[in-house]
C-alpha cells in the first residue's frame, strides 16, 4: 500500500458539542496522516406545518440558519488550520441533512467520513431519525461514529 491511509478525511459538523468532539477527532486524524481534512455542515430545511386544506408550502432554510451554518463551518476551518491540518477547506450546504451529506460523499470521495451520534433514545431516535445511522447505513465511504463520553460521578 503507497501512501497514507487517511488521504481525504471529511467530517460532517452541526455545531453540537459532539460535532465539537468529531470535529477534534477528524483534525488529530488528519494532523497524524498528514491528510486533507473538509469539513461539511448542512443547514436543515425547517419543516412546515399545514392543515389538509391548506395549498403546497415547500420548507426552507431560513436566511438566518444559513449564515449561522456558514460560521460553524469557518470557525471549524480556523480550528482545523490552529491544530496543524495544512490542507482544509469548509462548505456547508442547505437541505436535508443526510441526503446534503451523502450527496457530498458520493461527488467528493473521501477515505473516512467522521460524524458526531447525538445518542438520541429510542423513542425519539423512531420519531425524529438519526442522520449518524442514516450515514453509516448509505455512506460510499467508512465512517467513524464519535459518540458522547459517559461523565464519571466524584467518588
Not at 71 to 93: F, L, P
Not at 132 to 155: D, E, I
Request: proline residues 8%; glycine residues 10%; contains cysteine.
Amino acid at each position: 500500500m503507497s501512501g497514507p491511509w487517511f488521504r481525504r478525511l471529511t467530517v460532517a459538523i452541526d455545531g453540537s458539542p459532539i460535532a465539537a468532539s468529531a470535529l477534534d477527532c477528524a483534525i488529530d486524524l488528519a494532523h497524524r496522516y498528514g491528510s486533507e481534512l473538509v469539513i461539511v455542515a448542512v443547514a436543515p430545511i425547517i419543516p412546515v406545518y399545514i392543515g389538509t386544506a391548506e395549498p403546497y408550502v415547500p420548507a426552507g432554510v431560513p436566511p438566518s440558519e444559513i449564515g449561522h451554518y456558514r460560521e460553524i463551518v469557518d470557525a471549524a476551518v480556523k480550528r482545523a488550520e490552529a491544530g496543524g491540518v495544512s490542507t482544509v477547506t469548509g462548505v456547508s450546504y442547505e437541505g436535508v441533512v443526510v441526503d446534503e451529506i451523502l450527496t457530498h460523499l458520493e461527488q467528493h470521495p473521501t477515505d473516512l467520513l467522521v460524524i458526531g451520534s447525538r445518542g438520541l433514545s429510542t423513542a425519539k431516535r423512531i420519531l425524529l431519525g438519526s442522520v449518524s445511522s442514516a450515514v453509516v447505513n448509505h455512506a460510499p465511504c467508512p465512517v467513524l461514529v464519535v459518540r458522547p463520553t459517559a461523565t464519571k460521578s466524584g467518588g
